[in-house]
């Protein structure tokens, strides 16, 4: 069992920035990719992020292109950067993991192996 725990979340102001950390912990895989979905109130969980297991490949929803930004700081711990904040960012943001050896792509909610609790991201007009 591997065990996602997400930090950083807050409540900002439009134009703003803030930078969500995720941590890995327990039994995890050499090939543990890494990523983010979020879930704004009454809309259903969607995907925001990923990047592949060895932090060469990232990949990213267009909503989300040329203000995000994913790093692996370590095997066991990402980050996603968040700058130019809308308030259409407002959402609980989750951290997800999977077990593949593939590139980073566009994940599907049924794709991902592993859960964070959440962390709460309130960006207001």
């Known amino acids: 069992q591997v065990q996602l725990v997400e930090s950083g979340g807050g409540l900002v102001q439009a134009g703003d920035s803030l930078r969500l950390s995720c941590a890995a912990s327990g039994r995890t895989f050499s090939t543990l990719a890494m990523g983010w979905f979020r879930q704004a109130p009454g809309k259903d969980r969607e995907f925001v992020a990923a990047?592949?297991?060895?932090?060469?490949?990232t990949y990213y929803a267009d909503p989300v292109k040329g203000r995000f930004a994913i790093s692996r700081e370590t095997v066991k711990k990402v980050s996603l950067q968040m700058d130019t904040l809308k308030p259409e960012d407002t959402a609980v943001y989750y951290c997800a993991a999977r077990i593949t050896t593939s590139q980073a792509m566009d994940w599907k909610k049924y794709e991902v192996d592993f859960w964070g609790q959440g962390t709460q991201v309130t960006v207001s007009s």
């Open positions: 990047i592949s297991w060895s932090g060469d490949s």
